[in-house]
């Protein structure tokens, strides 16, 4: 009894919570505090989206390899150069 109890799916627990909302809150109040939820749906769909919108503008960026890793790379090339291997059509992977 209590699984079927708690097999409840998604829109079933909208109305579950939208109810309990109302008992709570009062039908005087209720409007306001959907407001303000509406307010904080909507803050964060525009913080998640900046956010994506930034992680896809760094991945679209090209990084160039420096520091003592380019240095690591160049005298790899210098040795491929040295026992006849071509590394200049090569990628890093």
């Not at 079933?12 to 209720?30: D, K, S, Y």
């Not at 760094?58 to 390899?65: A, C, D, G």
């Amino acid at each position: 009894v209590l699984e079927y109890l708690l097999n409840i799916i998604g829109s079933e627990w909208i109305i579950i919570i939208f109810v309990a909302l109302i008992l709570l809150l009062g039908t005087n109040r209720f409007p306001e505090a959907a407001k303000k939820i509406g307010k904080i749906v909507g803050e964060y769909k525009k913080a998640k989206d900046t956010v994506e919108k930034q992680m896809k503008d760094v991945t679209k960026e090209n990084f160039e390899v420096s520091g003592p890793v380019k240095d690591e790379r160049k005298k790899l090339e210098i040795m491929a150069n040295h026992f006849g291997v071509d590394c200049k059509s090569k990628t890093d992977d």
